[in-house]
């Protein structure tokens, strides 16, 4: 089979390495099956993996570019996310007040149960204020054993 003789720049640089022996034989079977030489697989394989990598000039703009614009697009999912959370959050406390309202009514002590929902609601405040490295386990932990 001849292969199509690509010509290299003269300006080119000579660069040797050294591979495996499995290497090689995979270079010179891609070369093989495309009709080239080895060193315009090792060429194109290398210039796939500094594209991939980041390396080439441009990939590194095209990559802030790429970010910029899905920041950009996902921005408002994101805040509405956040919106919903906090209005599931509103629902929750009042779900919780309301029930400690209906359960006062009933109960045989209510000035217990407020002295337990005042409590609750100290510990909901300080959940909402938990920084985010904190382990929540180690947090609710502590937390039932203050009530």
Sequence with gaps: ???????????????PFR?????????????DSEGK???????????????????TSGVQEINATVKEALVEVLQPSVERLAAISAKAAHIAAAAFFLQIVT?????????????LAARARRLGVEYLKLKK??????????????I
């Design 133 to 146: 490295d904190q382990d929540l386990d180690d947090w609710l932990e502590q937390a039932i054993g203050r």
């Design 103 to 115: 359960n006062r009514q009933f109960a045989p002590e209510p000035e217990a149960l407020d002295a």
């Design 37 to 55: 030489t080895r060193s315009e697989v090792i060429r194109s394989l290398c210039e796939k993996g500094l594209v991939a990598g980041g390396y």
């Design 1 to 15: 089979m001849s292969k199509s003789v690509k010509k290299v720049p003269k300006t080119a640089q000579y660069i």
């Design 19 to 31: 591979c495996s022996e499995e290497m090689a034989a995979t270079i010179g079977r891609i070369a």
